[in-house]
Nanobody
Framework: QVQLVESGGGLVQPGGSLRLSCVASGSILSMYVMGWYRQAPGKQRELVASITRDNIRDYVDSVKGRFTISRDNAKNTVYLQMTSLRPDDTAVYYC????????????WGQGTQITVSS
């Protein structure tokens, strides 16, 4: 079992920045990959960014160059630094973890709302 606690969401103006954090506790084996999905109203949940324990990163095209994912293995924490935020980044952001070699997340956070609006 893994418990995930997210923080850092909120309201930000277009062009602004936010940093999300997600602290995981529980089975280390289930934390090989950590990352973030998001879901906007009326849309499917999409993978935003992921990072392996060995710091291999992946991003959806729409956030490349604007978002940076990082992790601190000693703290079992993953971060998402978001810059140049746009209104279409508005969504609920969900932290996740998964084991090595599986395609879908094993565990999810509760979600944190990010609203980009003037």
């Amino acid at each position: 079992q893994v418990q995930l606690v997210e923080s850092g969401g909120g309201l930000v103006q277009p062009g602004g920045s936010l940093r999300l954090s997600c602290v995981a506790s529980g089975s280390i084996l289930s934390m090989y990959v950590m990352g973030w999905y998001r879901q906007a109203p009326g849309k499917q949940r999409e993978l935003v960014a992921s990072i392996t324990r060995d710091n291999i990163r992946d991003y959806v095209d729409s956030v490349k160059g604007r978002f940076t994912i990082s992790r601190d293995n000693a703290k079992n924490t993953v971060y998402l630094q978001m810059t140049s935020l746009r209104p279409d980044d508005t969504a609920v952001y969900y932290c996740f973890t998964k084991r090595y070699g599986v395609s879908r997340p094993d565990y999810w956070g509760q979600g944190t709302q990010i609203t980009v609006s003037s």
